[in-house]
């Protein structure tokens, strides 16, 4: 598969060309890494393997540390697919640390990816140029609520 994908415009996406035959497929693009899972639809437990371990050890998406953690989000692309009814089903996670197997998966973000207007355009805009979002750090939040409960009504 990797060598199929090679040839293949990916748009913002590229393919580590670093990895190997008989490992899972990697994309990435600024900021984002994507791990390609052929899964029965559960998150898969990391195991002793220490690089899978890594992957798997984000800081949490909502935390104030993640603003200035990595500079690359690992993310998991779960897929199962049911070749002789056609379907596919993904699934996009964000692991937040390890987990031993038949435990309950680590996860800060799970994204269904089942409905096709996602990719009836060729692509999934992963850029955020029109959202403005603004949200406190839990220091800023605090504050306000701190200042909120010094407030005396008249």
Known sequence: MHKRLCG???GPWALDLGQRNNTPIH???EGLALRFLHTSGVVPAPGTNLARQYWYSNQGLFDDEALVARSV??????WTADFAA?????RV???VGTWKYGEKAQTDLSIPLNDLEFFEDGGFDT????EDLVMPSKR????????????VSA
């Open 127 to 130: 850029r955020d140029d029109e």
């Open 86 to 90: 056609g379907t596919a089903f993904m």
């Open 27 to 29: 994309l990435r693009t």
């Open 8 to 10: 293949v415009d990916l």
């Open 73 to 78: 989000e690992m993310l998991l692309l779960l």
């Open 140 to 151: 800023e939040a605090a504050e306000e609520t701190q200042e909120g409960a010094g407030s």
């Open 93 to 95: 996670v964000h692991p």
